[in-house]
């Protein structure tokens, strides 16, 4: 229990878990404020799933860089299970948020959203570094986000998160993506910079 | 080489913005393309404002990557060494901030390269509009300078990327109109642009909607100063970076005032399309059975649309009534006394010329609406017409009503009797069907007649 | 001798812990060896001389110039050299690039820069790897790039902190040599564990305990107080013993 606090705190869990409920008590408001505009509820659904993958994003960082490779216990495996944990307390913080929503579907979509744009962050991590791991997924929502207000032509890999939730591919894709981002993190580790520091 | 422009190409050279950079520039240009042409033809005008446009994707990623390059000292370990240098702090780092800002404007200059030269090659009409190019290039360069600003006050780790989220909301949620009062909308300058942007043939008539090009160079210019002046506020303060400060805000606060009184002069600019101001041109023609003419930023589309119109018209062409010429016109809108047949040169516009032909003449001008005004009979004319010329879209092609209850249009009920009717027609022989149209053309014009009159 | 660093009264406090206490120190030029058990207050006396903290209280005068002041700090730093305890360094900058970006921080004369680039890279032998980026490079090889960066204004006043941590005998004793030819003209003032390297290239030392000097003389001076105690390996180790022994008695 001591080596899963410390691990916790290496890893900056708690700002983590603030961001988290911040980004829960955002989409409440959001609701307040905009649940009027259809188009700004459809945002929402990519807005505040991005927002926490980015956040697990980031949580994938090493914390001790090289030493940890050399760790006797396995850091991979409790780094997983961080991370899990850190999307589960996600989606469960959004449909919790989701709860003062009037739209249907609106957990399931935001669940799905954060599963793959979660993938997509930690798909990122081995290439580019936990903390820079967000650039992708940020990317994807923005390309999704004009392809949803404008006739430009839609591909499912770029258009998924604006999908309704019963598109049983963009379902199938983003646990694709979930999956992956888990593995890849799980078997090659985020990129470890030995001059960076922690934080 | 002065000290600064040497650390500035230092900079430049080993900047993260550097492996971000294909990845910019490779989004500007998808995005570009993918929107480039939606009208049929290639208009500068239109490709001019798109690479402006490009500044919704550029602008959010800049900053997040400036965000990012600002927290690289602090990341490095390298603050103390820093510290014991002589180069003032603000100089340093306007020396880092240029060298990551330089990539996003390389990312956008790609993008615009890319639209000139897809521009040049599809030979567009009209000239080049360089405001919006400019007030892209100032987003992207606001955008860094605010992702740098909050890259450099805030350590944490999750700045870099709420950077991007935040930026790529503020300007779409200004240009969306979520907001009660819309005119905060125009301190977007995608809302600005955006408007520039051809939707419709009819737009090339018009003048477009003014940009205000100077009022949003002095917002994006006040919010860079702004930025700018708060990065060097962390580090020094002095009676010049105060200065500075509020030089910036009285700039921005000055563009933001002349952009919120300029609501009525954007949004109801054109509203609907034909209040606004026709810019005076000479039409191109070809000559077909009758001339067919159009604005000349449809040239490269005249010939094969005159080809598919001197088709259309072929049964037609002795009865009286018949056109006497085909024109596109700032307002399609069906067929005049004179003979004109309105047009629209677009691939769709056959249809409409179809559903002219078979109603009564109409006044020069707007406001008809040839679709909910078709009777039965006339649709399975013009049905048969259109097949004619071109049976894919006509399968696809669906009469319309007027809806009283929702104000829109639905597809008419009795949809299957009118297709029915036209098979029928169509499966007459043409003798047949030039006695039946010789017999009937005027009264058919004139909605005499009902679907029981047809063969 | 000119003196170029002149501390009098100097209080460091981070909190409640007093990490300098009303410390007195002048130096001329040489090469100034600062010893001391950890957490001493060594690499805080020497962040205050390089102007990276300003003192909670004393006056401190560095070749001649008052730090207080913006523009006698910014002259002052024009003739500065130092090397943190823990170098950080930019990954995807070469060997040329991170030495000459902090020569132009510095505010070198512009034509001056790339000679005194090439030379300080070649002082520590490194020229043959001066394209290859940082990132590529060992621990002993990335500590010489930080002298690099230190030595490449020719600095009147040179601060180091643990510069010898990650070299190798060979480079050490290199580096050594480095340190009595810049002490020639120069103050160069060493925070190190390593008493051979006082014992080698120190002109003066002194052993700073509790944020006090316990100590100050030659090596030689050291040495001789070690003598008869029994505490280290080397004459010189037993001298650094006996003197933070009567400090804290």
């Known amino acids: 229990m001591r080596l899963v606090w410390l691990f916790l705190r290496s890893r900056l869990a708690g700002p983590a878990l603030a961001g988290i409920a911040l ?5 409440v408001a959001w609701e307040r404020w905009f649940g009027h505009e259809p188009e700004a509820m459809t945002a929402a659904m990519i807005l505040f799933p991005l927002v926490v993958a980015c956040v697990i994003g980031t949580g994938a960082h090493s914390a001790f860089g090289e030493t940890e490779l050399t760790a006797s216990l396995s850091l991979p495996l409790l780094r997983g299970v961080y991370l899990a944990g850190l999307i589960a307390v996600g989606a469960l913080a959004l449909l919790l948020a989701a709860l003062a929503w009037t739209l249907p579907d609106d957990g399931g979509t935001l669940a799905r959203n954060l599963a793959g744009l979660s993938g997509l962050a930690l798909l990122a991590a081995p290439v580019v570094g936990g903390r820079l791991s967000w650039i992708v997924p940020v990317t994807l929502a923005m390309a999704a986000q004009l392809l949803a207000i404008s006739d430009l032509p839609s591909w499912l890999a770029l258009t998924w998160p604006q999908a309704s939730f019963d598109n049983d591919r963009a379902l199938a894709l983003a646990l694709g993506l979930l999956g992956s981002g888990l593995a890849a993190v799980h078997v090659f580790g985020p990129k470890v910079a030995r001059d960076e520091a922690a934080g | 080489m002065t000290a600064t422009m040497r650390l500035f190409t230092i900079e430049a050279r080993r900047s993260v913005a550097l492996w971000f950079f294909p990845l910019m520039a490779l989004v500007a240009c998808w995005y570009a393309d993918s929107r480039m042409s939606p009208i049929g033809v290639s208009l500068w005008r239109h490709n001019s404002a ?73 030979n567009a009409w009209g000239t080049p509009s360089l405001a919006p190019v400019i007030i892209g290039l100032l987003t992207i360069v606001a955008a860094s300078a605010i992702g740098y600003l909050v890259g450099s006050l805030i350590p944490s780790r999750l700045a870099p990327p709420l950077v991007p989220v935040a930026l790529f909301l503020s300007i779409g949620l200004l240009n969306s109109g979520w907001f009660h009062d819309d005119s905060v909308t125009l301190l977007s300058p995608w809302t600005l642009i955006d408007r520039q942007l051809f939707q419709n043939p009819e737009a090339v008539f018009y003048e477009p909607a003014p940009l205000h090009p100077l009022p949003m160079s002095l917002w994006l210019v006040g919010l860079t100063g702004l930025a700018l002046a708060g990065v060097v506020l962390a580090r020094r303060r002095g009676v010049a970076v105060w200065s500075g400060l509020a030089c910036s805000a009285v700039v921005a606060a000055t563009g933001a005032a002349l952009l919120l009184n300029a609501y009525d002069d954007v949004f109801q600019f054109g509203v609907p399309w034909e209040r606004a101001e026709l810019v005076p041109y000479t039409p191109v023609c070809v000559e077909r059975s009758i001339p067919v003419c159009a604005h000349p930023a449809f040239e490269s589309l005249l010939d094969e649309q005159a080809d598919r119109i001197d088709l259309l018209i072929e049964p037609l062409r002795w009865l009286p009534g018949a ?4 024109e596109q016109l700032p307002y399609a809108s069906g067929m005049y006394a004179d003979g004109t047949l309105t047009i629209d040169p677009i691939s769709s516009g056959v249809e409409m010329a179809a559903l002219a032909l078979v109603q009564a003449p109409v006044e020069p001008g707007p406001g008809w609406n040839l679709q909910m005004h078709v009777q039965p009979e006339q649709a399975v004319i013009a049905r048969w017409l259109a097949r004619r010329v071109d049976a894919a879209s006509f399968e696809q092609w669906d009469i319309m009503l007027h809806d009283p209850v929702s104000g829109g249009t639905i597809r008419d009920p009795i949809q299957n009797e009118i297709d029915a009717a036209a098979a029928r027609f169509s499966a007459l022989d043409s003798d047949t069907q030039r006695r039946w149209l010789e017999e009937n053309y005027v009264n058919l014009r004139e909605g005499l007649l009902s679907l029981e009159d047809l063969p | 001798m000119a003196v170029n660093v002149d501390v009098q009264g100097l209080t460091q406090r981070f909190g409640r812990t007093t990490v300098l206490d009303g410390l007195d120190l002048r130096v001329g030029t040489g090469v100034f ?30 070749l001649g110039h008052d730090p207080g002041r913006d523009h006698e700090r910014r002259l002052l730093r024009r003739r500065l050299g ?38 300080a890279v070649a002082r520590v032998g490194l020229e043959e790897r001066g394209r290859a980026k940082l990132k590529t490079l060992s621990g002993g090889m990335l500590r010489r790039v930080g002298i690099a960066q230190a030595i490449v204004n020719e600095p009147d006043l040179l601060l180091l902190d643990e510069p010898t941590a990650g070299l190798d005998p060979e480079q050490r004793v290199i580096f050594r040599a480095l340190l009595r030819e810049i002490g020639v003209d120069a103050t160069v003032i060493v925070s190190t564990h390593l008493v051979e390297d006082v014992a080698a290239a120190c002109t003066e030392v002194a052993l700073l305990n509790a944020g006090r000097i316990a100590f100050r003389g030659t090596p030689e001076e050291l040495t001789t107080l070690g003598e008869g105690h029994a505490v280290g390996d080397s004459p010189l180790e037993r001298g650094y013993s006996r003197a933070l022994a009567g400090a804290r008695s």
């Open chain 1, 23 to 27: 980004t829960a008590l955002l989409a």
């Open chain 2, 50 to 122: 798109q690479i402006g446009e490009t500044l919704i994707l550029l602008a959010p990623l800049m900053g997040g990557v400036a965000a990012w390059a600002a927290g690289r000292d602090r990341r490095r370990g390298v603050s103390d060494l820093l510290a014991t240098t002589p180069l003032p702090a603000a100089r340093r780092q306007l020396s880092g901030w240029g060298g990551t800002l330089v990539w996003g404007i390389a990312a956008y200059l790609v993008a615009g390269a890319f639209i000139v030269m897809v521009t040049l090659r599809a």
């Open chain 2, 323 to 326: 056109p006497a010429r085909a």
């Open chain 3, 33 to 62: 060896g600062l010893l001391g058990p950890n957490g001493a207050g060594k690499t805080t006396l020497l962040r205050t001389l390089a102007t990276i903290v300003a003192p909670k209280a004393g006056r401190l005068r560095l």
């Open chain 3, 82 to 119: 130092y090397l943190p305890q823990h170098l950080g360094y930019y990954p995807n900058f070469t060997v040329f690039e991170f030495v000459e970006y902090f020569a132009l921080l510095k505010e070198m004369p512009n034509d001056e820069v790339r000679p005194a680039v090439a030379r």
